[in-house]
Structure formats: C-alpha cells, structure tokens
C-alpha cells in the first residue's frame, strides 16, 4: 500500500526582488494558475495544497484559492519549515512533496518520476539535481523526517529554506533523480551555470511569458522540458532573455 502522497505549494507576495510575483499574469492566467494546475496533472499524487502565509497581503491568494477551489493553508511567513509541517498534518500527508510557486514550468513528469525514486528505494528524502534548470525542482520527503526537522531546526536559515537541514546532515538518507536530457549545451559557456526558469526578476517573467506565448498557445499546456528545448533550437534568441547563475546562487526554497 503505498502512502498518502501531497504535494505543498508555497506561496507568499512578499518576493523581495518581483513583489507579487506568484499571482503575475502568464498568457491570461496568474502565474500560482500554472503551477497548481501543472502540478495536479501529476498522476502520483493525491492531493495538491497551496501553503501561503497568515500576512494580511497574503489574503490576495487566498481569494484566488477559493475562486478556483484549491485546498489552501495559512501559516508563519518566516517558519516556512512550520508551514509545510502544518500543512502536511491537515492534510495527513505521509509523503510530502515540495513545490515552489515561482516555477512556473513544472513538470508532472519530473514530479511522478521523483515520487517513484522516492518509493523504489531507501531514501527518506529525495531531490531532482542540478543538471535539471532550476524551476523544475521537485523534493520528496516522509512525513516522519518533515516532523523530525521540525522538531530538530533551530537556525533561522534552515527553517526559511525548509529542506537545507535534510540535505546537510548526515543523519538522513538521500537520494536524487537525474535529468534525463543533457542540458549542457544550453548552460551558457561556463560547465558551471546553470538555467534559470524559476522566476525571480522580472527578465525572468519576460523568459516565461514568451515560453508560453509560443507553447501554451499552439499546443498542450503541460507541455515538457523537452518541448522548452526544442523551441529554443526555432528560437536561440530566447535563452538570453533571463540571466543565468551559478548552481551556488540557488537553494531549493
């Protein structure tokens, strides 16, 4: 019997570098659309949840949420390790899945080949690795070690960045999915920079919005890093709208 798998999408308005990011338009759609929906198409999963914040501008995506009748839960700002252990008791998650809300390129494949490394094996905690660009991250985790970090996290960092204490200690085992695709050759000159599809700037949201302006509307719209690739072989020029950053630059947050 396999376990009571959630996916937990956090999401907040108070990006620091794009404020309001998460509800931004994308082809008609806010940007959270995307991502919930994309997520769900995951056949592994048995329930999504958007995680937001108990902050009054927050209310904004809890609006949004129950307009669209997406299950949602509200918790700390800064204790993001608390919010996604809350969460996962309200929704009797066993394994928890962890999704950002600025990737608005989620892939359900990726989401599903995740979950299925995590019940293959031993690992209690598993991650897509860095040769996948970034804003195709997925973790999964049991329920058990989201508690155990909760119990165990003190520092204010590893409790913003939710997953950091599972990753540096040796206390837990890991595991990671690697990308099918070589990438390499999109990753700019430098071996060491990594794509960015996360949205962060607002070059970023430009990048995106002209993804889907030419995928979304000419074809399905959980269309897959493969198909993102292919397009940028018709279009080169799209590659360099975003900026890139060294793998270093980015914590699965």
Known sequence: MTERTVAIIQARMGSTRLPGKV?????????????????????????????????????????????????YIRGSEADVLDRYYQAAKET?????????????????TIIDRTIRTFRGGDSEYVNTKVEYPNGLDVEAMHGEILERAWDEVTREEDR??????????????????ENLLDTSQYSTTDEDTVLRW????????????????????????????????????RHPEIVNITDHASPEDFQLN
């Open 198 to 233: 996360s949205v962060d700037y607002s070059s970023d949201l430009e990048f995106i919005r002209t993804i889907y302006e030419h995928l979304y509307t000419n074809g399905s719209w959980t269309f897959d890093q493969q198909a993102v690739f292919e397009l940028f072989e």
């Open 160 to 177: 913003e960045h939710v997953t950091t204490y599972m990753r540096r200690s040796d206390s837990f085992e890991t595991a990671t999915v």
């Open 92 to 108: 009797d998650a066993e394994t928890v899945v962890r999704i950002t809300s600025d990737c608005p390129l989620i892939s359900p």
């Open 23 to 71: 509800l931004r338009d994308i082809v008609g759609r806010p940007m959270l659309w995307h991502v919930v929906e994309r997520t769900r198409v995951a056949s592994l999963l048995d329930e999504t949840v958007v995680a937001t914040t108990v902050e009054e501008k927050d209310d904004q995506i809890v609006t949004f949420c129950e307009e669209e009748a997406y299950n």
